[in-house]
Every structure is written in C-alpha cells, then in structure tokens.
C-alpha cells in the first residue's frame, strides 16, 4: 500500500492540471469571470482536501448554464473526470423516490395518508399505521441503519419487496409522526409502496414519469453487475482514527491521507433511498423540472418543500422527500449525500432560480467553502458571508 501511495502522488499531482483542461468542456452561458471563479474555487478545494475527482453543474435564472468536470474519475488508468461521469447519487436517491410517490399522489393512484400495507403487503403490520406521508418526512418509525456494517452491505437483492427483509420484521422506534428519524430504510419501503401503487418496476416508472420527462438520460440504478458507461471509481482517504484501527500489520503498509479504493458496496439492498447513478447535469435537470412545474404540480411541489411538523408541534427541518433551509439568507431546498464511494450534493434557490450540483468519488468531502464561493458568484455577491 505504501507503494500505491507513491504511484497516486503523481497522479494526483495532475488534479490541478486536469482541472484546467476540464475547462474545455464547459457547456455555460455564464460570463467568463464567473466561470473563472468557479472553476479557481473548485480547483483549490480539489486541493486542499486532497480530492480525486468531481464533476459540477450550475443553473442560474432556471437554466443549465454550466457543467464540467475535474480531477479523475478513476486513479488507477488515469481517466479524467468530465460532465458526463455518472457517480452513486447517495440519499439524493430520496427526493427521486418522492418524486415518483408524488405523481402517484397526483394521480389518484395513492393516498398518502392510507396504511402502507395497501400497497406494499411485503411489510408487515405493526402495532401503529405507517402512511406514506409520515415516511416521506422520515416520521414514520422506522429505523436507520445499525451498524457502518449495513451501510457498505455486499448482499444483492434482486427486488425491492426482498431487500426489506433486513429489517421489516422488526419494532418500530416511535409511534409514527411523534419524532423525526431519518431512515434510508423508511424509503425502501416507500419503492415498495411505488411499486404496489403503479404495477410497475421501480426503475420503469422512474424512467418513464420521472427521468425521461425531466431529460435526466443518465440516471439508472447503481446495480452492481451492470457495465454502466463513464461510471466513476470511487475512493476513501485513510483517516488517522481509521489508521488507528488497524492491526499493526496493516498499519506498517498503511499512510493516512492516501487514497485507497472505498469499500466494496452493493447498493441494491437500497435502490429507493440510496441505490441510483448520475450526474451533475443531470441533479440539476430534477430540479429544473420543479422549478418550472414540468413533473408535479405547483401545489405538489409546496407541499413537498414545506417543513413536516410532529405530532405534538415542532418542526423537522425536513419537507416530503427534501431538506428544507436557508442559503446565504434565502429560502432553500437541498439534498445531500454519502456513501461508500461517494459524496453528493443538489441545492435549489428556488426564488432565484440557482441550482448547484456537486458530485465527488472522494469520501468525506465537505462542500461547504465551494458551495459559498459558488453560491457567492451565482447570487452576484462580492464575497461569500462568513458562516
């Protein structure tokens, strides 16, 4: 491992390089000066976290109006990461799902305050109701995972209704709508409620109601035995208390801050919650299909990006399938994620019409000084506010 880590020096030396020459692909309306902020912003945090690859895509005034990609999308051959590399989306996967579970909604063909036995048998009663509503805010009981063992399973599931069965013979954790309780799981069963109420495949209906309407062409689901064009490789730096945990003959090979390959994953015991691929033009093309009412309705969509309240009151911070917040002072959804592999995140300004898409194959990235810097630029600010 020690050797690796001297063959990933020099390629890592050339983020900065490649970065520059990932200019060349930019697709943006964006005046020249702002694309060399942006691009002079990526490429610093690139270095500073000591980042493989990235892949970036840009709306403003409800437009694609930027999409590159920096780095490289797999170390080993040295295969730069562009516009087009398709990374695991993490729990982005999530306002994908409620997507599908909204149109269903619209539809007539699923009542989201009905039992969730009604359209997925596979999960069992309990001693409460479990509604589709209450799992789309993540109220609904269910738990999250146990261990970082169940996070990085390598079990495959060729369905849905079977990859519930790791946990859906177990209690809830709360009487439903009583607190908050984020549950990747919660939203597996929601794929499964998908299912019941279109007759369809969860990837069928996605790909005919969600993906195809809103020109999201490179989004499937990460199934691990399919050749998937442009997929990234992803990667986990050594962290000291990671290094620490070694045995000592590990430790001898072993040099924190090098990358190594992230743990094997097989994202199928998940695909609702956390089981899908994409890119960044493409993260962006979801959100501008809200934006401009193109998938749901303008009320489906308020009613989405509203915060969920408990039972007896307070507030979650969290709508039906998106987070709900504040950006530099303004009313914001987004969505993040992490997994084995990867670190994701889609952001919306809804009133100003500004989309950010971030999607890295480092593990453990922390966006927040980029999404500044971006956010800084795309809202003609002269410098991003201190946090």
């Known amino acids: 491992m020690r050797r690796l880590a001297r063959l990933l020096a020099p390629v890592l030396s050339l983020i900065l390089l490649l970065a520059a020459a990932g200019a060349a692909q930019t697709v943006a309306q964006l005046p020249p000066e702002s694309v060399q902020k942006i691009e002079a912003a990526i490429s610093s945090e690139m270095a500073r976290q000591n980042l493989a690859g990235m892949s970036v895509a840009i709306a403003v005034d409800n437009r694609l109006v930027y999409a590159n990609g920096f780095g490289l999308a797999d170390l080993e051959n040295s295969v730069p990461a562009t516009a087009e590399t398709v990374y695991r989306t993490a729990s982005i996967a999530k306002p994908i799902t409620a997507t599908?579970?909204?149109l269903l909604a619209e539809q007539g063909k699923l009542d989201l305050d009905a039992p969730i036995q009604k359209y997925c048998p596979a999960f069992p009663d309990k001693p409460w109701p479990v509604t589709a509503r209450q799992l789309l805010g993540h109220l609904g009981g269910i738990r999250h995972?146990?261990?970082g063992g169940e996070a990085t399973g390598t079990k495959h599931y060729f369905t849905i209704a079977d990859s519930l069965d790791t946990f859906k013979d177990e209690p809830l954790l709360h009487e439903p709508g009583s607190k908050y309780q984020y549950s990747t799981y919660g939203y597996s069963v929601l794929g499964c409620?998908?299912?019941g109420a279109s007759g369809m495949s969860y990837e069928d209906f996605l790909r005919a109601r969600v993906f195809g309407p809103a020109g999201m062409s490179q989004t499937?689901?990460?199934n691990h035995y399919e050749l998937i064009p442009r997929r990234a490789r992803g990667y986990q730096k050594l962290s000291q208390r990671q290094y620490d945990s070694l045995p000592e003959a590990a430790q001898r090979i072993a040099q924190v801050g090098a990358h190594y390959n992230a743990d094997m994953h097989d994202t199928s015991m998940k695909v609702p919650g956390g089981g899908l691929v994409s890119t960044a033009a493409d993260l962006v093309r979801l959100a501008l299909a809200y934006q401009n009412n193109t998938l749901l309705k303008a009320e489906t969509k308020q009613q989405m990006?509203?915060?969920?309240?408990?039972k007896d009151g307070?507030?979650?911070?969290?709508?039906?399938?998106?987070?709900v917040g504040e950006f530099h002072g303004h009313a914001s959804v987004s969505h993040g994620g992490a997994q084995a592999g990867t670190r994701t995140f889609?952001?919306?300004l809804p009133e100003q019409g500004i989309v950010v898409a971030l999607m890295c194959n480092t593990e453990g990235v922390d966006f927040g000084v980029l999404l500044d810097a971006i956010g800084a630029?795309?809202?003609g600010e002269e410098a991003a506010p201190k946090k």
């Open 100 to 102: 599908g579970i909204m």
């Open 193 to 195: 409620v998908l299912e």
């Open 305 to 310: 990006w509203t915060r969920q309240r408990t």
């Open 220 to 222: 499937r689901t990460d």
């Open 314 to 323: 307070p507030e979650t911070g969290y709508g039906l399938g998106w987070g």
């Open 145 to 147: 995972y146990k261990s």
């Open 346 to 348: 889609l952001g919306i």
């Open 377 to 379: 630029v795309a809202l």
